[in-house]
C-alpha cells in the first residue's frame, strides 16, 4: 500500500519564477493539506483541499494557490517566487469522515530559491 | 490565538538514560494532541493522538501523557535509533482542519 508521494523531490528556481509540486494521497484517503516548513521550524499550514475545492486556508499570500483532482492528488502552485519561500513543502492526508484524524505525510519537496 | 510551545529545544542523552519533552499549548477547545517524530529530510511520522486530559498512550520505549495543559512524551532508556526531531501538534474546535505545530525537540541519543 503507497503512501503519500511527493514530487518533485528537490528543485531550484530563481527569483521570480513559478513552481508546482505534486502530490498523490495514501490509497483510500480523499483529503490533501499542504504545509511549509522552513529549517528548525515545525510545519505552517497552507491549505487544504477536499472535493476538489479548497476548504480551509492558513496565513499565506495569494501567490500560493492549489488544486485537487477526481482521483484526489494535488498540486501546489507558487507564483512570483521569494528567497523567503524557500523551505520543506510537505502534503498530508487524511481518510474520509469527520472528527479527529490523523495526518499522513509524503517525504516532501525541498524547494531552494536563489 | 491558538498556540503549541516546545521544550527543550535540543536534548543529548546517554543510550539508556530516560527523560520526557514537553508540549505546552493554548487553544480555545483542544479536540486532539498529535505526537510526531520527523527524522532530517523526511516528512513527519505519526505516532500518537490524545483527545482527553488524563489520557496515556504508550508505543514500545514511548508514552504520551496529556493534561490540560500540556502534553509530555516520555522517552524510557532510549537507543540511537530514537534520535529524531519530536513534533506535537494540536487541533481545535473551531478550526476543524488545520494542525497548529510546535517547534520541536531535537532528541539525540549517543551510545
Known amino acids: 500500500d503507497a503512501g503519500v508521494t511527493q514530487s518533485p523531490t528537490h528543485l531550484i528556481k530563481t527569483r521570480g519564477q513559478q513552481v508546482t509540486l505534486r502530490c498523490s494521497p495514501k490509497?483510500?484517503?480523499?483529503?490533501v493539506s499542504w504545509y511549509q516548513q522552513a529549517l528548525g521550524q515545525g510545519p505552517q499550514f497552507i491549505f487544504q483541499y477536499y472535493e476538489e475545492e479548497e476548504r480551509q486556508r492558513g496565513n499565506f499570500p495569494d501567490r500560493f494557490s492549489g488544486h485537487q483532482f477526481p482521483n484526489y492528488s494535488s498540486e501546489l502552485n507558487v507564483n512570483a517566487l521569494l528567497l523567503g519561500d524557500s523551505a520543506l513543502y510537505l502534503c498530508a492526508s487524511s481518510a474520509p469522515g469527520q472528527g479527529r484524524k490523523e495526518l499522513f505525510f509524503g517525504e516532501g519537496s525541498r524547494l531552494t530559491v536563489l | 490565538e491558538d498556540q503549541v510551545t516546545q521544550s527543550p529545544e535540543a536534548l543529548r542523552l546517554q543510550e539508556g538514560e530516560s527523560s520526557s519533552l514537553n508540549c505546552s499549548y493554548t487553544?480555545?477547545?483542544?479536540?486532539?494532541l498529535f505526537w510526531y517524530r520527523q527524522d532530517p529530510g523526511k516528512g513527519p511520522e505519526f505516532l500518537f493522538t490524545l483527545y482527553s486530559a488524563g489520557e496515556e498512550k504508550e508505543k514500545e520505549r514511548l508514552k504520551a501523557t496529556l493534561t490540560k495543559k500540556e502534553s509530555f512524551l516520555h522517552i524510557t532508556a532510549p537507543k540511537p535509533e530514537d534520535s529524531a526531531t519530536y513534533l506535537c501538534?494540536?487541533?481545535?474546535?473551531?478550526?476543524?482542519?488545520?494542525?497548529?505545530w510546535g517547534a520541536g525537540t531535537k532528541l539525540i541519543i549517543k551510545p
Open positions: 490509497s483510500g484517503h480523499d483529503t
Open positions: 501538534a494540536v487541533q481545535a474546535w473551531d478550526s476543524n482542519y488545520q494542525l497548529i
Open positions: 487553544v480555545s477547545g483542544l479536540r486532539g
